[in-house]
Each structure stands twice: as structure tokens, then as C-alpha cells.
């Protein structure tokens, strides 16, 4: 069985200037702490990321916009980071607001391999501007292109060392369906047990979606 158990380090040695990064949690309701504020003292820049929202300014995911290494931002809500806006008015980072369903339904495409997903959400706004409108049984619908990241970064409350992840509570969040939507897979772990002590019934995320492990021992 592959060793998933990886360093902070030999996880943030992964990722490099111009990447696309997925981030799970919300609203900095569980961002993988730990892992961002390496990425934050590492310094990589010109960064696409793609998250529900960029936290606040001094917790988790909003540490990397307030360090300007975000050059494009793929998100639903920006309006708890000041910086955020700042930045996206002044046109030193691209922003792309997604509403939030279409945002889930976007990642979960490129998880599921699909072509889009067609939603009326934004018919008639700027947000249909130069995307395909197809009219199904008279009504018509935007076609949204799936979104894809080179790594993503998520969080689980517990994970086996096999990489099944029970998430807690609302932490599940964008989590599940970011696993499915990147080249590779990094959880940042609050507890790693033993193949096994995951009840079967609990596991959200399967391990065969996880290709790494960083285990903070509940330092976040």
C-alpha cells in the first residue's frame, strides 16, 4: 500500500507559482490551516484559486489573498475580506464570481468527468455574457464549464491512513466534491488512525480519492 503520509513541507514542496489550487471550507470554517500557512510562508505566487470564498483577512485561505500570491480568484462570496475587494477593484487580481450552487455544480462536473452543467441561474445578467445559452423544452439555460485543479486542499476531522476522510459537521462542505476535482489529492488530517476505525457508514470521502495525507494532530 502507497505511504500517503506526507510532511507539511513535502506538501507545499508540491505546489508551485501558477498553479490552480482548490481549497475546501467556508467561510474559513475549516481551510486547511496548517498547509495554507506554509503556502503563505513559502510565498508562491500568481495562484488561481478556486474556493466557496476567501475567509477573513487574518484566517486561513484570506491570509493568501492578503499576501497577494492569489492572481485569479474563482469564488461566491468575497465580501468578508475587505482585501479581497480591494484588489479586485483596483484590478491587481481577477475575480470571478460564481453563484455558490453553480460553483458546486461546476467542480462536481470535472469530478464526474462531465462536459458542463446547465443551469438558468444568470440568464439575463453579465453573468451570461459570453457563455453558451442552449433552450431545452423552451426554457433557456447557461451552459457552465466544469471546473478542474492541479491540487487540491482539503480537511478532514479524521482520516485513515488509506485516505478515507470522515469530515465533522458542516466542515463537509465543498470538501467532497473538491477530492474529486484535481490531479492530486492533499487532506490535511485533524486525527489519522488506523485502516479500520473509520466506521464504513461515516467515511465521506473514499481513500481512493486522496493521494496524500498531512497529519497536524489537531494543531488547527
Not at 488506523?194 to 498531512?214: A, K, L, N
Request: glycine residues 12%.
Amino acid at each position: 500500500m502507497k505511504d500517503k503520509l506526507i510532511t507539511v513541507e513535502e506538501a507545499v514542496e508540491m505546489i508551485h507559482d501558477g498553479m490552480t489550487i482548490m481549497v475546501g471550507g467556508f467561510l474559513g470554517c475549516k481551510n486547511p490551516y496548517v498547509i495554507v500557512d506554509a503556502l503563505v510562508e513559502k510565498g508562491v505566487k500568481d495562484l488561481t484559486l478556486i474556493a466557496n470564498d476567501t475567509s477573513f483577512p487574518e484566517i486561513g485561505i484570506g491570509k493568501l489573498i492578503v499576501n497577494k500570491q492569489v492572481k485569479k480568484l474563482i469564488a461566491s462570496h468575497v465580501g468578508t475580506n475587505k482585501e479581497t475587494g480591494r484588489q479586485m477593484n483596483s484590478g491587481e487580481m481577477d475575480v470571478e464570481l460564481v453563484p455558490q450552487g453553480t460553483l458546486a455544480e461546476r467542480i462536481r462536473a470535472a469530478g464526474a468527468g462531465l462536459g458542463g452543467v446547465l443551469t438558468p441561474t444568470g440568464i439575463g445578467t453579465i453573468v451570461a455574457e459570453g457563455k453558451d445559452i442552449l433552450t431545452i423544452d423552451g426554457k433557456e439555460y447557461l451552459l457552465e464549464k466544469p471546473l478542474k485543479a492541479d491540487i487540491a486542499l482539503i480537511v478532514g476531522a479524521k482520516v485513515d491512513k488509506k485516505g478515507n476522510v470522515r469530515y465533522a459537521k458542516a466542515t463537509r462542505n465543498f470538501n467532497t466534491i473538491m477530492a474529486t476535482a484535481a490531479d492530486v489529492v492533499v487532506v490535511e488530517a485533524d486525527q489519522v488512525v488506523e485502516v479500520g476505525e473509520i466506521d464504513p457508514d461515516d467515511v465521506m470521502t473514499p481513500g481512493i480519492f486522496v493521494d496524500y495525507i498531512v497529519d497536524v494532530g489537531g494543531e488547527a
